[in-house]
Each structure stands twice: as C-alpha cells, then as structure tokens.
C-alpha cells in the first residue's frame, strides 16, 4: 500500500494509508463510510433503499454508492476492501443473502455481484451479527469469550459470542432470539408463531403495547420506560411484561451457553440501567440455583454495525483468494 513516491515533490507524503468501505445496507437506506483500520470515519454517505424498484436497483445503489465513497475517500488513503451487513439469512461463506424480508432478496449471490463490479473483495455479514463481532472484538464484550450481544429496536436479534467467536447457524439464522415463544398463548408475531419476545419486548412493541393500553398515539420505547419509572400503571404492566418475555428468553440461552456476559445494543439499549437493571432482576428471580451474569448497554451503540461492516471489510481481504472461500473465518480473525 504504498504510492509511487517518484511522483511527489520532496517532503511530502510518501506513504498511503489502507482503509475500508463499511455498508450497513437496511429495508430504509443504506449507510455507508470508509473507515481507517483504527476506526476513524474518513468519510460517510446514506442513500435511500430502492426496494420497491427491485432486486438490480438495489445492487447498483450499493456499488454506486462505494464508487461515490471511493471517490470521496482522502487521498492518502487506499481502499482496499468492501463489507456489507445487512438483516435477514446470510450464507456467509457463500457469500449469498438467502432470505433477506426488508431488502427483498432471496438467494442473491450479492457478493460476486458487487466484488465483479467494484473490483474489490467484498465480505458479507448479517447486520446483527456483524454488530455482535465489534462489540466482542472493541465494545462491551472486549476480552469475553463467552458473551450474547441482544440488539433491541424495531426487532430484536443476537449475536452469539462463544470462543471469541459470532456463530452463523447451519443456515445463517443463528441469534433469532427475537422468535422465542416465550409467552404461551401470547399476541400473534408477524412470523406467525405466538407469544415471541420480540411482540412484547421490541422498542416498536413497548411502543405499540403502550398505545393500545392508554387508547394515547404510540410513544417512543423509551418514554414508556420513562413513564413507568414515574409511576404510569399501563407504562409499568407494558415495561413488565416486556421484561418477563426477554427475561424468559436470556434464562433460556444462560442455561445452555453459560455466557459471562449479556450485551444490550440497539435503540432500546438508550434506557441504559432503567432496562438492565429490572432486567437483572428478573432473571436473577427466575434462575433460582444459579447466578445470572451481568447485563451491560453497548459501548459501541449506534456505531456498533458501522464497526462491524467495517471487520468484515477487513476479513474478506483474507478470504478473497479463489482457493479460501471454502472456510469461513470472517467472525474469527483480528483485523486490528
Ligand atoms: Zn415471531
């Protein structure tokens, strides 16, 4: 990574630094910036999505919107790498979005789409996970091994940490902790099963639930835990209930990983000691002959899936040779 310094007038310059191009692509926009290998944003831009134009559309969005911030990049700085995160099931190695609902994707081999037409290595990574990883490499969860990184927003999805490591699942969908029926008999999901953590317990539920409670217009997840704080009966059964059902699911995973640490992130992760402290209870109530490990908020917060992008950028330097696409380490190896 060095430029040709016969070109520069003495004294100037005469190393070029590397630097990635970290996409967080959403059903909404995509969010994209060229970030230094200590974590710097060198620059950043956010496009809207053009689900509704259709699956190309979105493809060309992507590779113009890293050709723009290619472009945009200093010019002591050498791009030398794409990640793209992004919801939904991702066969990471394959590099494939299997099923991805809020992009409309399904079975899109979207890595070989944009790495022939960017002519970079380009890595791929669910959003959630990919956030996990940074939280477990430079956040929260920095020097755990054993750890379960929980986003909490309109949704809510894990990463989980064991090793050092973010596991993928057979099929790309590990972390779905979202879609633990936890409450039997409960309100229908929009997956369909009933009784999911992710109908009591998201930012959009605590919100919707509140609503259809107090017969009020839906307020924001954390002035209801705000409200139950003060008092407000309907904020505190909502914020109750909403407890219980993560409670249920994180006591669930404690019994068969044993992680020593929990990590909120997402919007919901705001509320800070307001959400992990009742939580904290709760589970400790629930687990009787055991101790349950602590619940900390995200260090990284909003930045998290920028930073992980970012790893995965990184990683696929290493897995884009023709003969290493059959192992897949994007989650294993440091890159900083
Ligand atoms: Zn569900």
């Given amino acids: 990574m060095t ?31 060229v ?21 190309n559309a979105v493809v060309s969005t992507i590779v113009a919107t890293i050709e723009a911030l290619r472009t945009a990049a200093s010019p002591h700085l050498t791009v030398v790498s794409v990640g793209i995160i992004f919801p939904g099931a991702v066969d990471r190695a394959a590099g494939v979005a299997r099923y991805s609902a809020n992009i409309g994707w399904r079975d899109l081999p979207i890595r070989r789409l944009v790495a022939d037409r960017v002519g970079l290595p380009v890595g791929i990574d669910h959003d959630v996970r990919a956030a996990g ?6 956040g929260a969860a920095r020097g755990v091994d054993e750890a379960l990184f929980v986003s909490i927003g309109t949704g809510i999805a894990a990463a989980v940490v064991t090793g ?31 009784g999911c953590v992710e109908t009591y317990a998201s930012a959009a539920s605590l919100a919707r639930r509140y609503a259809a409670g107090a017969g009020t217009p839906p307020l924001p997840a954390e002035d209801v835990i705000a409200q139950a704080g003060r008092g407000d009966v309907i904020a505190q059964r909502v914020f109750g209930e ?15 990983m044993d992680p020593s640490l929990i ?36 260090e990284l917060k909003g930045d998290a899936g920028r930073r992980g992008a970012a790893l995965v950028a990184w990683s696929a330097l290493d897995t884009s040779s023709p003969q290493s696409g059959a192992h897949d380490n994007a989650s294993t190896e440091d890159q900083t």
């Fill in 3 to 33: 430029t040709d310094v016969t070109a520069l007038p003495p004294g100037a310059a005469a190393t070029s630094a590397a630097a990635v191009i970290a996409l967080d692509v959403g059903g909404t926009s995509i969010k994209g910036a």
């Fill in 133 to 138: 990883l940074a939280e477990a490499r430079l």
């Fill in 242 to 256: 909403a407890v219980v059902a993560l409670g249920r699911a994180l006591v669930g995973y404690i019994f068969v």
């Fill in 35 to 55: 970030e230094t290998a200590d974590g710097t944003i060198d620059s950043r831009m956010e496009v809207p999505t053009p689900v509704a134009d259709g699956v």
């Fill in 263 to 298: 990590v909120i992130g997402g919007g919901m992760a705001a509320a800070g000691s307001a959400l992990t402290g009742p939580l904290e209870a709760e589970m400790e109530r629930s687990m009787v002959w055991r101790q349950a490990p602590p619940v900390v908020t995200s």
């Fill in 164 to 194: 050092g490591s973010v596991v993928s699942g057979a099929d790309g969908m590990a972390g779905e902790l979202g879609h633990l029926p936890v409450i039997p008999e409960g309100e229908t999901c929009a997956c369909g099963l009933r």
